[in-house]
């Protein structure tokens, strides 16, 4: 199991908002990160800006861009956080280089009918599970799908909010957690199974249709919840 503070963090497709906003807070905690993209200059100028929110951070670990392939091999622990439609695809291009890894699925399906974001969740029940039958080699956690993406770009900011995880592999999740409790004000939460990833990408709609109406960024704790 890799040691979460030494390893490398890997993002596929992290150009976006969320991927560039965890980047910068794993970075903060003193992670090497590598941002991954079908294109390389993509992912280098996601890099450099990442790099560029950290100048004036003490010990920020080094950002850098490479192809998603490159992202993968390099790291220890990886997200994957390409849209849906292409998800099927970078996994069976980029499984052999994931088999035995901890990839956490970050990715949520939805429509979007008349400008109105839906969830639009897979036969199966939701992308993780999906992705777990395409490549169950990976050590697959689903979850962060409630987190906002601009108040991760802020390092100066506590977050204040929960990390929802669920998975089967329950030392992949619990490496998974020990990260995330790096992030100031962010507390892991295990959903338990895989399975209840369908739950938290259906969340990722709500949470944009509430944001859009309240002009706001707001993300979601679990109330009444003490954890050891």
């Known amino acids: 199991m890799p040691n979460p503070t030494k390893a490398t963090i890997g993002f596929i497709g992290g150009t976006g908002p969320e991927g560039k906003g965890l980047a910068v807070r794993f970075a903060t905690a003193g992670h090497e990160v590598v941002i991954g993209s079908?294109?390389?200059?993509?992912?280098?100028?996601?890099?450099?800006?990442?790099?560029?929110?950290?100048?004036?951070?003490?010990?920020?670990?080094?950002?850098?861009?490479?192809l998603n392939e490159g992202a993968s091999t390099d790291s220890e622990i990886v997200f994957l956080a390409v849209p849906y439609g292409g998800m099927?695809?970078?996994?069976?291009?980029?499984?052999?280089?994931?088999?035995?890894?901890?990839c956490v699925n970050v990715i949520a399906p939805l429509s979007f009918a008349g400008g109105i974001p839906a969830s639009a969740p897979p036969e199966i029940?939701?992308?993780a599970e999906e992705a777990a039958n395409v490549a169950p080699e990976i050590r697959w956690v689903a979850g962060l799908h409630t987190l906002s993406a601009r108040d991760l770009m802020n390092p100066a900011t506590s977050l204040d909010t929960d990390a929802i995880l669920?998975?089967?592999?329950?030392?992949?999740?619990?490496?998974?957690?020990?990260?995330?409790?790096?992030?100031?004000g962010l507390r892991p939460v295990d959903a338990g199974p895989l399975q209840s990833a369908r739950y938290l990408e259906g969340a990722t709609a709500l949470l944009l249709n509430i944001n859009k109406r309240y002009k706001a960024h707001a993300s979601i704790t679990v109330a009444g919840l003490h954890i050891e």
């Open 125 to 127: 029940g939701s992308a």
């Open 166 to 184: 669920c998975g089967d592999d329950e030392d992949a999740k619990s490496t998974v957690s020990d990260l995330l409790s790096e992030v100031p």
């Open 38 to 66: 079908r294109d390389e200059t993509r992912a280098t100028e996601a890099a450099d800006a990442v790099s560029k929110i950290l100048a004036d951070v003490p010990g920020a670990a080094e950002v850098r861009g490479a």
């Open 88 to 102: 099927t695809a970078s996994l069976i291009q980029l499984a052999p280089a994931l088999t035995d890894k901890i």
